[in-house]
C-alpha cells in the first residue's frame, strides 16, 4: 500500500489528452513540492516534472504538471504511442518515518 | 555527460550480504545528494535511502532501516549500499539516483535476488 495514491490504468486514444491524479497527505504532498516520473518498459526511471510544475530540459510542453492541496496531477497533451508507460508521483514526506514516497503508480496505455 | 553506473547485484542467500556501488562521471559527484531506489519485480518504486553531498546527513526507508548503510566515497566519485540480512522481499532492481527530492539522473540498476 503506498502512501500516494495513484490510479493503477489511464487510456486514451492517440492525439488526445489524459489526466493522472496522485493523492496524499498534509504530511507530504500538503507541504512538499512533487515530481514525476515517466519509466519506458525495460528502462529506468525518467524526470518528467519537478518542483510541482517544472519541466527539466528536453521535456516537451506537453507534458505539464499542478498541484492544489493534498493532490497532484500529471497532464499530457497530443497522446503518442510512445508515450505508452508507467507513471509515478513523489515527494517529500514529513512524518514520524519521513523520507522520499512514491506514488504505486499508473500505467498509460495509447490506444 | 552525466553518467550512474551500478555493480554489484546478484543472487544471494536469505541472511547474506551484499555491496553495491554506483560509479558517478559526468558532473561534480561531491556537490550533489544522492539516493538508492529499488523496484521489485513487476512493482512500483520504493525510496530506500538518501545521503547528503558530505555524507553527514542519512535517511532511510523503514522497510531497510538497521539492515542497509548507504556510504559514498567523494574522492572517488562512488555511492554504495551495503546490504545485510537479507530477505526475499529485498529481491529488486536497484537505481542510484541523483538529487535531494528531485530524481533528474538514474543509472540503469542492477538485480539483487534474495533466494535459497
Known amino acids: 500500500q503506498s502512501v500516494l495514491t495513484q490510479p493503477p490504468s489511464v487510456s486514451a486514444a492517440p492525439g488526445q489528452k489524459v489526466t493522472i491524479s496522485c493523492s496524499g497527505s498534509s504530511s507530504n504532498i500538503g507541504n512538499n513540492y512533487v515530481s514525476w516520473y515517466q519509466q519506458l518498459p525495460g528502462t529506468a526511471p525518467k524526470l518528467l516534472i519537478y518542483d510541482n510544475n517544472k519541466r527539466p530540459s528536453g521535456i516537451p510542453d506537453r507534458f505539464s504538471g499542478s498541484k492544489s492541496g493534498t493532490s497532484a496531477t500529471l497532464g499530457i497533451t497530443g497522446l503518442q504511442t510512445g508515450d505508452e508507460a508507467d507513471y509515478y508521483c513523489?515527494?517529500?514526506?514529513?512524518?514520524?518515518?519521513?523520507?522520499?514516497?512514491f506514488g504505486g503508480g499508473t500505467k498509460l496505455t495509447v490506444l | 555527460e552525466v553518467q550512474l553506473v551500478e555493480s554489484g547485484g546478484g543472487l544471494v542467500q536469505p541472511g547474506g550480504s551484499l555491496r553495491l556501488s554506483c560509479a558517478a562521471s559526468?558532473?561534480?559527484?561531491?556537490?550533489?545528494?544522492m539516493n538508492w531506489v529499488r523496484q521489485a519485480p513487476g512493482k512500483g518504486l520504493e525510496w530506500v535511502s538518501y545521503i547528503s553531498s558530505s555524507g553527514s546527513t542519512i535517511y532511510y526507508a523503514d522497510s531497510v532501516k538497521g539492515r542497509f548503510t548507504i556510504s559514498r566515497d567523494n574522492a572517488k566519485n562512488s555511492l554504495y549500499l551495503q546490504m545485510n540480512s537479507l530477505r526475499a522481499e529485498d529481491t529488486a532492481v536497484y537505481y542510484c539516483a541523483r538529487g535531494a527530492v528531485n530524481f533528474d539522473y538514474w543509472g540503469q540498476g542492477t538485480l539483487v535476488t534474495v533466494s535459497s
Open positions: 559526468g558532473f561534480t559527484f561531491s556537490s550533489y545528494e
Open positions: 513523489g515527494t517529500w514526506d514529513s512524518s514520524l518515518s519521513a523520507g522520499l514516497v
